[in-house]
């Protein structure tokens, strides 16, 4: 190793600030490099020595080839046999964690008389230059190609998804994939790059698919249920719901719908309707009410649903306005269905809840017995 010297840059030329980084004015030290990086050897998990027979001075730039990866985020580097004396944490050029992957090969550091700081670390940005993959292993579960440990609360990190999700509940490693309002839809995981951060809980998607309407959620009824209910997550103006194959247990009844102000753990009553419905064989009728107990969507003793094979009530709903807490929440449907008769008959309802407050969840029911298994159902939300 040569003795240190000094250059400043008196201003004289552009190609002196870009060649060296020296602005004009300034000063810097300048350590000769070894022509042949010395072995940076690991003895432990990521406990690297070197032996270079000789102190390192703060604000010394070292060359060294390290013959084997870092697997964790806080290696370390002991000169033995000179200063720094003992094992010294190696980090990132601004001072912060490395990543596993980041000493891998020759690499530049700088003693800044605290850590050794890597200059040119194997992953650019704190990130891989080729992200690491992650692949789909069943339904929008994801796995990460090479690691799945946890990058650690507060990390953004990088994968390259090789499928877009389909679901509302991706996942990655385990770990639950959320935009930053905590909410997922199909299409939020593009088959693309994404830069994921860790929140300690879930993995936030910093940059998702900015697909509307949103896929929320969506199901199908195993088995008779007396309703469905439905979350409506927060960042949303509107809803719509899909509805298939809703069919009453018991004959001749509505389907209705009831708004909840805490999750569904009490649902509002009083609400102002009109529906207006026709079938084949009928004359187009309309019915209105007031302040009722719930929305029905069927209006009319001739305009119930029927619960024999065929009569399925399909359709949709739609919610507009129930997180704006200082207007009224707006449910307007268009229904088709058979009548107990066979009949067929559709239904086109308009209603509000006739007070002024926000909703987050809602539920369907018959205004009597179960709805059946088969009973599809998808949320859709619009920003």
Not at 236 to 264: K, M
């Amino acid at each position: 190793m040569g003795t240190t010297s000094s250059y400043t840059n008196s201003g004289g030329t552009k190609a002196d600030d870009e060649l060296l980084g020296v602005r004009a004015g300034n000063t810097v030290n300048l350590w000769p490099l070894a022509a042949v990086p010395a072995a940076a050897t690991d003895s432990g998990t990521d406990a690297y020595t070197v032996a270079l027979g000789r102190d390192i001075a703060s604000g010394e730039s070292v060359r060294l080839d390290f013959g084997s990866a870092n697997t964790t985020t806080a290696p370390s580097l002991e000169n033995t046999g000179g200063a720094p004396a003992g094992a010294v944490t190696i980090k990132a050029r601004d001072g912060s964690a490395l990543w596993a992957g980041a000493l891998s090969g020759v690499h530049t550091l700088q003693y800044d008389g605290t850590d050794f700081l890597v200059v040119d670390p194997a992953q650019i940005g704190r990130q891989p230059v080729d992200p690491e993959g992650a692949i789909d292993s069943g339904t929008d579960a994801y796995v990460s190609d090479r690691t799945t440990a946890k990058p650690g609360s507060g990390k953004v990190f990088l994968r390259d998804f090789g499928s877009a999700n389909t679901t509302a509940s991706p996942t990655l490693d385990t770990v639950s994939l959320v935009d930053v309002a905590g909410n997922a839809w199909a299409g939020m995981i593009e088959a693309r790059v994404h830069r994921l951060y860790d929140d300690g809980t879930n993995y936030v998607v910093l940059d998702p698919g900015d697909t509307y309407p949103r896929k929320i959620a969506s199901g199908a009824l195993a088995s008779g249920a007396s309703e469905i209910v439905l979350s409506l997550p927060t960042g949303y103006r509107s809803f719509e719901i899909d509805i298939a194959g809703f069919l009453p247990a018991s004959d001749d009844v509505a389907l209705q719908v009831e708004l909840s102000t805490d999750g569904g753990s009490t649902w509002a009553t009083g609400y102002d309707m009109d529906t207006i419905y026709a079938g084949n064989g009928t004359t187009a009728a309309d019915a209105s009410s007031a302040s009722s107990s719930h929305i029905s969507l069927m209006t009319g003793s001739t305009a119930n649903q029927g619960n024999a094979s065929g009569e399925e009530c399909s359709g949709r709903i739609y919610i507009d306005g129930p997180e704006n807490a200082s207007i009224q929440t707006s449910v307007r449907s268009h229904l088709s269905y058979r009548d107990t008769g066979g009949a067929i008959f559709q239904a086109i309802t308009s209603a509000k809840r006739n007070a002024a407050e926000g909703h987050n969840a809602l539920r369907l029911t018959y205004v009597a017995g179960n709805i059946t298994a088969g009973a599809a159902y998808t949320l859709w939300g619009h920003a």
